[in-house]
Structure formats: structure tokens, C-alpha cells
């Protein structure tokens, strides 16, 4: 070895510290066929014990040095003697690895490499160069940059189907994997069944009758295409789909942890979420300003209440205020681990929070880089955002009138005597406006990060820098920020890495999410997760093609949801069929619509629409479907409050950790600590006990019985057409018609109501 | 299964792990109107010889006491007023909630040997001393944080951070639940208050939502809208569901057999027989008045906790998994729970009255049904308490400060080697010592007893495999019989 690559080694050594893996970029460049084969088993089987790090028996095997070193037991090898190699020995007896020894195949490899001389190849050996079946490494699927490949030819089988095709590239590669299963597509669905299934998709509302009437006349040729256009650009689009946004976000609206005081002002991030997503943002600008829009545009309001997101997570206020500073600082850590989590998992698919200790154990992530992205956040802390200053005299006006609007609106409940409850929230809703400020964060000037070996901050190692994770390729994860870069700053340079066209993750992420809420199922069915212990992809050239589109749409997310909603895949029927099922029930290769119950929200949306309750009153305080006070902790009691105020679509509840609705929960509504890219969809006797005996429920059977009485006469049958036009936007059959007018001729309306508000076909969208 | 294997033969296989739809489609389910629900985990238990299949826990809120309770601490009482370092004989700086480190306080109730065993406890809990021979006790606990609510986290779900399951949650999905009748996991809180943080302390998390504890009230209408509604006649109720059915029925000839339709269907006939069942089971006025008077119930403090022990022993009875009663409320004034800070004595005094004769009555009920050998109960807290006060240096006060270094919780059960008193802590009570426990190795534990290997019990979330036990806990098999 000359002095220079002596150099070489040593400045590697200092760089990378005591951790186990080296740069990318070998410092000898390697014996191709030792590292696909020799370092590729010693990876999969020794090295999760025998590293730099670890050092189990004293031994390291990722390097040549340390390998000629040996460990406690002595010399590793004799090069070329097979029988006096100790780690031969080991390995043969099958003492090593132990509980799993290594199979015969792969003992021959090291045989032959070890007699043959031990000739080593890249030098160290990197853990994350290749996956296996324990890990992902650097040549894992999602972090390659995004291709796009061609759609393929439809099949003759295919074409022959009397099959809507439109010129769609979803259904080129949709029908190309159903034709590799020997699988037909199913027939489109009726046209009542699609207009009901696409409101409540991309509204979350049912069709009114009216509206039903004119989606059913309409015989243009592109009456579909201009319904799905109505649609998105309908204000209950962003309504149902922020949503699905706060799902993931883990938005709560209240601190969490013991005392749970409720945030009065977290409202306008839902607000501009909702906001967002109906004026079509580009999903780049609408993810950098969420992270960084008090850097972006520090003088406008809007941009900083995007920065809601960072602040939605809990808070530990007992915490952070206990005396002991090493438990505090513990605290901190959690806190920073709930932005990281949430921030990599939501934009990035990957579970970055699983390196807060060591490095990841299943994806090319160094601990280190954990803490180069806590780092972008080392300044940033919950706090108080107050908008007096920043707002412009039209925007300040605005709010007056708003606020104004609910003292108006409370001096007129008073006079009309509605509930006390009513006419307090109408004043607690008069305040929060008047509060011009919002939960989200403050600034601080961020302190030094250093790693924390195995996550405890008692233990600190090397300091670092803002930055990103090197493993995804296409995007440069050097921030080049000047040290002194303030909190905010930071920050930026962390969103425009994540917010990239070149980042892979970015745009797969979120095509894949629009994917799972249209579909029910991501092409990776783990929205969170597009690591090595995310789902396989059922679709993996049409995700990449997804991708890809929504990079040339310029992130715009109403394109993606016009592409897939105008596919042929997407009008499918949803009937089910038993060849079909017999070879894959879970509908992975989309042969169907799967039939899905109505989330939570939508449920309750659509009974109260349905029994003509619901006001169309967008934005703003949410309501509040509790009492609370406080007692040192803040006591939440849910009941079901009655008053139009608590009419309005439930996007506007007020969403508190510990006072969770036993209605809303019971129809699957996520605990809101949690990040839910995925809601389960259970059925429980509790859900039917709900829909049947709460309140709630019954009161919208008892309105809806008013509402069939009062616009559709009193004749019996004109009350059943309008009844099932309303609840399952259609006509009623023949036989329907017949029993249902002699069930309200024994009965009455009420149970009639009651019944079908509990039915199937009201719960379920097909 | 490895999780990749597993996650794989979803991909076109029977269904997503979601789909409760399949719990109720269960082959043997439909054969047996009688049967419970099948547990939902991919690997379900018993993975092994299971002594137990359900659980009571008790769960103490704000820390109760273990040198007042169960850990007998003679040398506390030698060293009494005399600093901490004195009676460790070593320097300690203890990092205490509220940074006041008073003088070594002695237990403020005289110990005794109980029972054949010779159980050390407090006069604080003379009825669970006459069951002394039943329990097992373990006084070597260690918590991670001295702050309630992480602290409790840690307690129920293995995490000190929100949005995880708890033990009861773990239980059902792991086990499921022997009976349609009733949900698998019902909480009573305390008649003061709800414990603080709320539903957080029987969430699902990630579980799906049937796994969520479910409240029941000793008093009133047992669970919210079991009851049909006011002003709805039978004839009424009959048109209703009879509709129902019809048009459900005509659904499915349209679509087709669908798990979805079908489970929601059955699902309407599990909640009418649960209209049915739950009113019978929560008649308390069905029991006797000598078993009334041995579980509490009456005028005294007792009422309240007593009518939910007996209630719990019913519930058991009728295939309920998992009860929670709570022993304490939140954190408020005047105080209703354990936390002792002004006058330990005062404090434990009152909350133990409250609980100690129903509990000691449930275990003996349950034993003489021949119950308490499959059952496990249990009586935990989020951590103890100081064996110091919290008061000046120079002082003996009269409260206790927050002690996550060493506390004791109990058991009881046939699972479980009774009249044992297991690890312990140095001679004033202060730290663990000898086999010191962690949250997961007691529930590695705990879930050994009910035939569940902890690191089997495993749902995926957000990237990894999770476990009520963490990456952690050890089976501590000195404490099974």
C-alpha cells in the first residue's frame, strides 16, 4: 500500500467515523464476481452481527483489514485452507449463523471462495449495495428513478369483449395483467350505479334527485367526461378529499399526552387544505408550502397556515415541563420523531423514523441521515402563529365579517331559543374567528444535531448537517446550506429535495394514494410504506406510468383524478363473480369495483343529506360534538349534539384525541395519534346497533320521514320513488314498490325510513 | 411465516387483513350460532398451552405506593428521617418529578405475613390479605419515564408515545373473543372520572376498530345504543328489521355473495342477540344478597367498584376476554386517584378502600367457580413512589413523589405461581434490584399465560411488523406455575 492510498483511507476513516459503512464510491474498485456472490451472502447472513458497529465475537467481516484482523477467537481464515479456516469451521458445523444456518448452495460459494484464495473484492463491503431477501439496498425498486414505460397492446381476448375501452393508457396495462391471469374485465356499471358511485367518490355526498335526473337525460356522448369535470370542480370535492389528507396527517385538534387541552385555532389548516385541493395546486407547491411556506412567503397568511402540518402532530406539555432536563430532552426527541415520521412517511413513502436509533434495519438509511433531517428541523418547535401583522386590510376585514356573521348568528339563536349548547358554540365560533392566529409553529435558532448513538441524547456522536438520504437516486441530498441557515430555511432546502421532479418517491407516493382512495387498494397496497416492508406492486409498469404522468401534468392531482376516473377500468361493475374470485378475491388485479361501506364521514354526510339536514356551510371553526372542561387534564364528553350548527359536513368536527365519538369510531374513524394511510373497514354488531338506536341515526330516519311527507305529497308511492331516489339513486322496482307501500300502510313512514338508512345498499357504494 | 411470505400471499389470495368480513364468514362460525368471534391475527394464539383465556386488569391511575403496599421495607424504618443516600449508602441523585427530595418516610401501615405463603403486605389492603395464598406479587417493576402519561402509554401499550394499542386491544385481536354476545373488550372507569388522556387508555391504535375497549356502566344503560328507542313500538321494530332483511336480500341476489354484504347482514343478527343478552347479564339483581354484601355493594365507598367487580365476573362468565376496571380517575382536584404528593397517607387510605374488598371478593368468587385457574387478574400502576418525601431536604412530609426506578404490581390466577413475591428492590424501596422487570417482559409475561408468544402477535403498520413487547421482553417464566 502506497502513502496515497494511505491517505485515502485514513480521511475515509475520519469521514465516516465508527460506523460500519463507507462511502458509496469504493476506494478500490471491485472483483465483480465477489461482491454479487461472496459479499452478498456474508451480508444476508453474518454482518447484521459482525460489523464495525456491533461487533459480536469481536468480529468485524466487512472489510479486508478487519477481516485479516480476526476477532476473539483468532484469525478468520487461512486463505486457500478450507478445513483451518475458522470461519470455514463456523459455518460448516452450522454453529454460525446461529438458529439460522446457511444454506448448502451458498456454503459452496464461500468453499470455493476461501480455497481459492479469499480474494476480496470492493473494499469495505456496503451493506446497502444489493438487496437480498432480509433487506432493500440501493438498487430497490422505488428508489430508481421514475421511467415510463409504453402501454401495452390490448389482447385479442380483450377486444373482443363489448368492452367501453376508451382511449385510456390505465386500461392498456389494467387489462394486459388481467389477460397474464387468463382474467375477462367486468362489464361497465348502470349509469345510476356510476353517477352514485362518482359523487360519493369524489364528493363524498350522494346525488340529489335532481341531480340524478339530469346525469340520467344527459345521452351526449361526453356527459360522463363533463360530470366527472362538474364534480372536481365542485367545493365538496376538497371537503371529502382533505380528508383523506388529515387521515394521513395524524390532524388532531387538540395537544394529546395527559392534559389534552384542545387547540381552538388549528381550524384554518383544515380550511387551507380544503382550499387547496379545490383551486387544483400543484401537489410540489402544495407539499413545499405545508413544510416551508413561512420561508416561501414569509408576509402572506395563507403560506404559513400551510405550515399547520408540522404543528398537527401532539404535544407533550407535561413533558416538556418536568424538571428533569434529561427527560426533556428525551421529549424533544419524540417530538422531532412525530414531524420526521410524518413528513418522510406522508411525502416520501418511507419509514425514516425507523432510524432514530440504529440504522435502518430493511432500507438503505444510515442513522445519520435520521438525524440530518431532524436537523432541517432542529428549530422548530409547536408554537403560536399570529397572523395580525401579516395579514393584508382585506384579509383583516374578511375575518371581522365572518366573526361578525356568528355574533349576528348567536343574538338570533338567543332570540329564537335554541339550546344553550348552540348558542355558545356560536360565540365559541365568533372568538375563534376573532383569534387570528393558528396552532402551528415558531422559529427558534436551531441548536447543533448530533447523531444519538442508539437514540439516547445522553450519548451524543457525530454532529451533522441538514440534509437528505443519498439512497434516492435522482435528486442530489447535499442541502448546501451556510451553517448559520436559519429554522426556516432549513427547512425549505428539506422541501425542495422532497418536492422534486427528480425525486423517485415523490411522485409515486401520491399517485399511489390516489390509486388506494379510488380504488380501495394502492398499486402498493401500504401507502405509507414503499420500503422494503411495503406491499409488492400489483401494477408495477402502470405505477411507474402514473408517475410519470402526474410529473408531466406539473404535479396537478385533478389530472390524475380525471385520468383514472375517466378509465374503463374505473366504471367496472362491482358484481361479484366467482371465476373471478376464485383466482383473486381480494380484487388485486382490478377485475371489479370492489363494493366498499361508506367511510365514517360520508355515512354521516349522507344521512344527514339524505334527510334533507345538511347545511352547505363551508369552512371555518369546527363544530364541537362535546362538552369539555378542564380539571388539569381537558375532559372531553361526546354526545350528539342537535341544532343546525352541528349539521354541517363532518370535516368540520372538531377532531380531539381523547373525547373520541363512539358513532364516528365505531364506522372505523382513525385514532387521530395515528398516521392512517390506510383505514380498516371492519363490520361489528356495534355499528349496527349505531346506525339502528343512536341517536343520530334515528333522528335523520324521523326527518327523512318529514322531508318525503313535505316535497314529494301524500301520496304513498310518490313518497317511495322519492325515497329511493334519495337513498339509493335509482327507481324503485316493481316488488320494491309494492312492499314498501304496504309496509308504510301498517307502520307508517318512520320504520320504513329506518330501515333503509340501515340497509346495504344506502352503506355501500358499488 | 416471515412478514414478506405473509404480505405476499395476500397479493391474490383470500382476501386483505382488514377484512373483518371474513371473522364473521368463518365456515365453523356459520355452522355454530353459538360460537365466538375467531381471533384476527394472521398467526393467531394459543401458540402454546395456554393456562389462562381471559384477563382482568386493574389499572391503579397515578402510582400507588409499593413500600405502603406490598414491598416490606424494615430497613425504610430504621432509616427513617434520615436522607436517601444514608439508607442506599451510596450517592444518588435522584431526578424527581418535582425536584423535591425529602427525607426516608416509613410505610405509614404495618406489614404482616399472610396466608400459608407468608405474603408480606400492608394493613392498606386487609381483604387481599385474606386472599394472600392467590397473588403474585412482583416488586422488582422499572418504568422508563416518571411523567404520568407516558408512563401509563408504556403501561397499557409498550410505547410511551399516542396512537398505540393497548394490552386489552393485543388480547382480542390475538385471541378473539369467545362469545358473539358481547364485545371482547369492555371498560369500567372510575365512578370520579375518566382517567386522563380518555379513550386513549383502551384504544385500538392501528387495530381495527373492534378491538377498541368498549365502556360499559355498572349503572343505567349498560352500553351506549343497546336499547332501542324511545316511542318505537314492537310492531315497529319487527317491520324495520324484516324490511331490512328484505331489502338486504334483494341487494345480494343483484350482486352477488359478497363478504361485504354478508357480514353486514350477520352483523344485525349478533346486535339484536346482544339487545337480548346484555340487559340479562348486567341484572345484577339477579345475584344474591350475600354476595352483594362480599363484593361492597350498598351505601358505603365500596358501591360503585364493588357493582363493577361483580359485574366483571359475570361478563367472564358469559365469554367476555378482557375487562378493565379502573382504581382512580385523572389528575385533578381535589385528588381521585393515587397520586399521593400531599398526603400519601390520606390518599392510598381512601383509593384502597374503594377497591380492596370487590377485588378481594372477585378473586374468591371466581375461585370457588372454579374461574381463577384460567383467569388472569391483574393490578398495575405506571410506576411507585419515592420512599423519600416530597418536601424540603431536611424535612419527613407527608407525600410521595413520582418512582419509576422500582415498583410492584400483582397477579393472580392459576397461570401464575401464587404466594410469591418475586424480585425486589434495595433495602429502602427505592430502585429494582434484583430481577428487575420491564413493561415488555411483563407482558412477554402476561401473554405467555394466555397461550400467546409475544413476538407471533404482530400487525403491520407503517413499515414494520409491530408487537405489543416492541423489540423487546422477555419471558420471566419464575413467575409461571
Known amino acids: ?766 | 411465516m416471515s412478514r414478506r411470505g405473509f404480505l405476499q400471499s395476500l397479493q391474490f389470495g383470500l382476501g386483505a387483513t382488514a377484512a373483518t368480513a371474513l371473522l364473521l364468514e368463518d365456515k365453523a362460525l356459520l355452522a355454530d350460532e353459538e360460537s365466538g368471534v375467531p381471533a384476527e391475527a394472521a398467526d393467531p394464539g394459543p401458540h402454546h398451552l395456554s393456562r389462562a383465556k381471559r384477563v382482568v386488569h386493574v389499572v391503579a391511575t397515578g402510582g400507588f405506593s409499593q413500600v405502603d403496599s406490598f414491598d416490606y421495607k424494615p430497613e425504610l424504618s430504621k432509616f427513617h428521617g434520615k436522607t436517601l443516600v444514608e439508607g442506599l449508602g451510596r450517592d444518588e441523585q435522584p431526578d424527581v418529578f418535582f425536584g423535591q427530595v425529602g427525607r426516608l418516610r416509613q410505610s405509614d401501615f404495618a406489614f404482616k405475613q399472610h396466608g400459608e405463603s407468608g405474603l408480606w403486605i400492608s394493613d392498606l389492603f386487609p381483604h387481599l390479605a385474606t386472599v394472600a395464598d392467590e397473588l403474585t406479587v412482583v416488586n422488582s417493576m422499572f418504568a422508563e419515564t416518571s411523567n404520568h402519561t407516558p408512563a401509563t402509554f408504556q403501561e397499557s401499550t409498550g410505547f410511551r408515545l399516542n396512537g398505540f394499542p393497548v394490552f386489552g386491544s393485543w388480547v382480542s385481536y390475538g385471541l378473539g373473543a369467545e362469545t358473539q354476545n358481547l364485545p371482547s373488550y369492555v371498560v369500567f372507569p372510575d365512578a370520579r372520572s375518566l382517567p386522563a388522556g380518555g379513550s386513549i387508555n383502551w384504544t385500538n391504535g392501528f387495530l381495527p376498530a373492534r378491538h377498541q375497549g368498549v365502556i360499559m356502566r355498572s349503572q343505567g344503560t349498560a352500553i351506549d345504543d343497546l336499547d332501542r328507542p324511545v316511542g318505537i313500538s314492537d310492531e315497529q321494530e319487527s317491520a324495520t328489521r324484516n324490511l331490512l332483511a328484505r331489502l338486504n336480500r334483494r341487494l345480494q341476489n343483484e350482486q352477488g355473495d359478497d363478504d361485504v354484504l354478508i357480514s353486514r347482514i350477520k352483523s344485525y343478527e349478533l346486535a339484536a342477540r346482544m339487545q337480548r343478552v346484555v340487559p340479562e347479564i348486567t341484572d345484577l339483581g339477579k345475584e344474591s344478597k350475600e354476595t352483594h354484601a362480599m363484593y361492597g355493594l350498598g351505601d358505603g365507598e365500596t358501591n360503585y367498584f364493588g357493582r363493577a367487580c361483580l359485574l366483571t365476573r359475570r361478563l367472564l362468565e358469559n365469554g367476555v376476554r378482557f375487562v378493565q376496571l379502573f382504581s382512580g380517575g385523572a389528575f385533578q382536584s381535589p385528588r381521585v386517584n393515587w397520586d399521593g404528593h400531599e398526603d400519601n397517607k390520606k390518599n392510598h387510605t381512601r383509593e384502597a378502600g374503594r377497591v380492596d374488598q370487590p377485588l378481594a371478593a372477585l378473586i374468591k368468587d371466581l375461585k370457588q367457580r372454579g374461574m381463577l385457574k384460567d383467569t388472569v387478574i391483574l393490578f398495575t400502576s405506571e410506576f411507585g413512589r419515592t420512599p423519600f418525601t416530597q418536601s424540603k431536604a431536611e424535612e419527613v412530609g407527608a407525600g410521595r413523589d413520582h418512582n419509576q426506578n422500582g415498583f410492584s404490581v400483582w397477579m393472580a390466577g392459576g397461570a401464575f405461581k401464587s404466594g410469591l413475591a418475586y424480585g425486589s428492590t434495595d433495602p429502602v424501596g427505592y430502585a429494582a434490584v434484583e430481577n428487575p422487570v420491564h413493561w415488555n417482559d411483563l407482558h412477554a409475561t402476561l401473554l405467555h399465560a394466555l397461550g400467546i408468544d409475544h413476538k407471533r402477535l404482530t400487525y403491520y403498520h407503517n413499515g414494520i411488523m409491530r408487537r405489543l413487547t416492541n423489540v423487546g421482553g422477555e419471558v420471566v417464566s419464575d413467575l409461571l406455575a
Open chain 1, 1 to 766: 500500500m502506497n502513502k496515497s492510498d494511505l491517505r485515502k483511507i485514513i480521511s475515509l476513516l475520519i469521514v465516516s467515523g465508527t460506523f460500519f459503512h463507507a462511502v458509496v464510491d469504493p476506494v478500490v474498485a471491485g472483483d465483480q464476481e465477489f461482491d454479487s456472490s461472496v459479499a452478498a451472502i456474508l451480508v444476508k447472513r453474518c454482518t447484521e452481527c459482525h460489523n464495525g458497529f456491533d461487533l459480536k465475537g469481536g468480529l468485524d467481516l466487512l472489510s479486508k483489514t478487519a477481516v485479516e484482523k480476526g476477532g476473539d477467537s483468532g484469525p478468520t481464515l487461512e486463505a486457500g485452507d478450507l478445513e483451518n479456516s475458522l470461519l470455514w469451521q463456523r459455518i460448516a458445523s452450522d454453529e454460525m449463523p446461529p438458529e439460522h444456518p446457511i444454506p448448502q448452495e451458498e456454503k459452496a460459494v464461500l468453499a470455493k471462495w476461501i480455497s481459492g484464495g479469499a480474494n476480496w473484492g470492493t473494499d469495505p463491503i456496503d451493506v446497502f449495495r444489493y438487496s437480498s431477501e432480509n433487506r432493500a439496498g440501493y438498487d430497490w425498486w422505488s428508489l430508481q428513478p421514475i421511467t415510463r414505460p409504453d402501454p401495452p397492446e390490448y389482447s385479442r381476448r380483450i377486444s373482443k369483449q363489448k368492452w367501453n375501452v376508451a382511449n385510456n393508457s390505465i386500461d392498456n396495462f389494467i387489462l394486459a395483467k388481467l389477460d397474464e391471469h387468463r382474467l375477462l374485465p367486468s362489464p361497465p356499471a348502470e349509469k345510476e350505479i356510476l353517477v352514485r358511485r362518482l359523487y360519493l367518490d369524489v364528493t363524498g355526498l350522494p346525488p340529489s334527485p335532481h341531480d340524478l335526473q339530469n346525469a340520467l337525460v344527459d345521452d351526449s356522448t361526453d356527459a360522463y367526461e363533463r360530470l366527472v369535470d362538474r364534480l372536481l370542480s365542485s367545493p365538496t370535492y376538497g371537503e371529502r378529499w382533505a380528508r383523506h389528507w388529515l387521515d394521513v396527517i395524524r390532524f388532531g385538534e387538540s395537544q394529546g399526552f395527559e392534559r389534552d387541552k384542545l387547540r381552538k385555532n388549528s381550524w384554518r389548516y383544515r380550511d387551507w387544505v380544503i382550499d387547496a385541493l379545490n383551486q387544483d395546486m400543484p401537489y410540489d407547491e402544495f407539499t413545499k408550502l405545508q413544510l416551508a411556506g413561512d420561508e416561501i412567503a414569509r408576509d402572506d397568511m395563507y403560506a404559513r397556515i400551510a405550515t399547520g402540518f408540522l404543528g398537527a402532530g401532539e404535544w407533550d406539555e407535561v413533558g416538556f415541563s418536568q424538571r428533569s432536563p434529561v427527560f426533556k430532552r428525551v421529549v424533544r426527541q419524540d417530538q422531532l420523531e412525530d414531524m420526521t415520521s410524518a413528513i418522510t412517511q406522508t411525502f416520501l413513502g418511507l419509514t425514516v423514523n425507523c432510524a432514530r436509533c440504529h440504522d435502518h434495519k430493511f432500507d438503505p438509511i444510515l442513522q445519520k441521515e435520521y438525524y440530518q433531517i431532524t436537523a432541517a428541523l432542529a428549530g422548530t418547535f409547536h408554537g403560536q402563529d399570529i397572523f395580525v401583522d401579516v395579514s393584508t386590510p382585506a384579509e383583516l376585514d374578511d375575518n371581522r365579517k365572518k366573526s361578525a356573521v356568528y355574533e349576528y348568528r348567536q343574538n338570533l339563536a338567543k332570540e329564537i331559543g335554541l339550546s344553550d349548547f348552540e348558542i355558545k358554540q356560536l360565540g365559541e365560533s365568533k372568538e375563534r374567528y376573532g383569534d387570528f392566529s393558528q396552532y402551528s409553529i415558531k422559529s427558534q435558532d436551531p441548536p447543533e444535531t448530533h447523531v444519538l448513538l442508539r437514540g439516547d441524547p445522553e450519548t451524543r456522536g457525530e454532529l451533522v448537517q441538514p440534509a437528505g438520504i443519498k439512497s434516492l437516486k435522482g435528486v442530489s441530498a447535499e442541502f448546501e446550506l451556510p451553517t448559520d441557515a436559519t429554522d426556516s430555511r432549513r427547512r425549505l432546502a428539506l422541501a425542495e429535495w422532497i418536492a422534486n421532479k427528480g425525486n423517485p418517491l415523490f411522485a409515486r407516493t401520491m399517485v399511489n394514494r390516489l390509486w388506494h382512495y379510488h380504488f380501495g387498494t394502492g398499486l402498493v397496497d401500504t401507502p405509507n410504506d414503499l420500503g422494503f416492508n411495503g406491499g409488492q406492486r400489483s401494477h408495477p409498469e402502470l405505477l411507474e406510468w402514473l408517475a410519470d404522468e402526474f410529473i408531466q401534468q406539473e404535479f396537478s392531482i385533478k389530472s390524475m383524478h380525471r385520468l383514472i376516473l375517466t378509465s374503463a377500468t374505473y366504471k367496472q361493475s362491482s358484481r361479484s363473480r366467482e371465476d373471478a374470485k376464485a383466482v383473486d378475491a381480494g380484487n388485486r388485479l382490478v377485475w371489479r369495483r370492489t363494493p366498499r361501506r361508506l367511510e365514517s364521514e360520508s355515512l354521516r354526510d349522507t344521512l344527514l343529506a339524505i334527510s334533507g339536514q345538511l347545511t352547505s356551510e363551508m369552512h371555518g371553526p369546527g363544530y364541537f360534538d362535546f362538552t369539555t372542561f378542564n380539571a388539569n387534564s381537558q375532559f372531553y364528553e361526546v354526545f350528539d349534539p342537535v341544532g343546525e350548527s352541528f349539521n354541517r359536513r363532518s370535516v368540520y368536527r372538531t377532531i380531539v384525541r381523547s373525547g373520541r365519538s363512539p358513532f364516528m369510531d365505531t364506522f372505523d374513524c382513525p385514532d387521530p395519534s395515528t398516521k392512517s394511510p390506510n383505514r380498516s373497514v371492519t363490520t361489528t354488531p356495534l355499528q349496527a346497533l349505531a346506525l339502528m338506536n343512536n341517536s343520530f341515526a334515528t333522528r335523520a330516519s324521523t326527518m327523512l320521514a318529514n322531508r318525503l311527507v313535505y316535497e314529494a305529497g301524500d301520496s304513498v308511492e310518490d313518497q317511495v320513488v322519492y325515497l329511493i331516489r334519495l337513498a339509493y339513486s335509482r327507481n324503485p322496482t316493481d316488488e320494491e314498490m309494492e312492499d314498501l307501500v304496504q309496509v308504510i300502510g301498517q307502520v307508517g313512514l318512520v320504520p320504513v325510513c329506518r330501515a333503509v338508512l340501515n340497509s346495504n345498499e344506502l352503506v355501500l357504494v358499488r
